[in-house]
T-cell receptor, first 118, second 111 residues
Framework: GAVVSQHPSWVICKSGTSVKIECRSL??????MFWYRQFPKQSLMLMAT?????????EQGVEKDKFLINHASLTLSTLTVTSAHPEDSSFYIC??????????????FGSGTRLTVV | GQQLNQSPQSMFIQEGEDVSMNCTSS?????WLWYKQDPGEGPVLLIA?????ELTSNGRLTAQFGITRKDSFLNISASIPSDVGIYFC???????????FGKGTRLSVIA
């Protein structure tokens, strides 16, 4: 299957600062990446869908100006949490898929980033 | 966003017992998937199902894609301590559409 690297694994930041999370597809071209958020003891909730070279599509209730997504290349998508607040503390996970990839490549997730805002 | 109905929410079983969990949806999916998530990690794909009625095994795991395309189940046989974790079902319509997840089944195995 695909190899997806997500960095950092965890980050602690002060309220009001911005944090950037990277998601890299290491062995195939990811034309589409998905960003999920997971609160403790809950399921994964889709935040946005990101297609290479175009603007991300955000789910209802997700602020696009707060959660900036950039997918400038076929191997890298970034999620920047701007002006983070304690309620943004969560587990953020990316997932990748790509044209021409084996079908099950579309189901590979990164290892997640635990964000704690203090 | 939409979520699938997954049950049970949690299970406590003895080592060696079999486990069964299922997922239902009000919508049709073209692909059903089952994931396992360990604490602090991303979900790891266990089984992917692509055709209605398909029954697929992966070691001690067996999953089926319901004939109506609105449900799926996962069975784990002869559970072992490392089966502990949260199991999620997920559905996908087609192409590059995102997955829709169930709420998860938390499995605890008592040695």
């Amino acid at each position: 299957g695909a190899v997806v690297s997500q960095h950092p694994s965890w980050v602690i930041c002060k309220s009001g600062t911005s944090v950037k999370i990277e998601c890299r597809s290491l062995d195939f071209q990811a034309t589409t990446m998905f960003w999920y958020r997971q609160f403790p003891k809950q399921s994964l909730m889709l935040m946005a869908t990101s297609n290479e070279g175009s603007k991300a599509t955000y789910e209802q209730g997700v602020e696009k100006d707060k959660f900036l997504i950039n997918h400038a290349s076929l191997t890298l998508s970034t999620l920047t949490v701007t002006s983070a607040h304690p309620e943004d503390s969560s587990f953020y996970i990316c997932s990748v898929t790509g044209a021409g990839a084996r079908d099950n490549y579309g189901y590979t997730f990164g290892s997640g980033t635990r964000l704690t805002v203090v | 966003g939409q979520q699938l109905n997954q049950s049970p929410q949690s299970m406590f079983i003895q080592e060696g017992e079999d486990v069964s969990m299922n997922c239902t949806s009000s919508s049709i999916f073209n692909t059903w998937l089952w994931y396992k998530q360990d604490p602090g990690e991303g979900p790891v794909l266990l089984i992917a199902l692509y055709k209605a009625g398909e029954l697929t095994s992966n070691g001690r795991l067996t999953a089926q894609f319901g004939i109506t395309r609105k449900d799926s189940f996962l069975n784990i046989s002869a559970s072992i301590p490392s089966d502990v974790g949260i199991y999620f079902c997920a559905g996908r319509w087609s192409g590059n559409t995102p997955l829709v997840f169930g709420k998860g089944t938390r499995l605890s195995v008592i040695a």
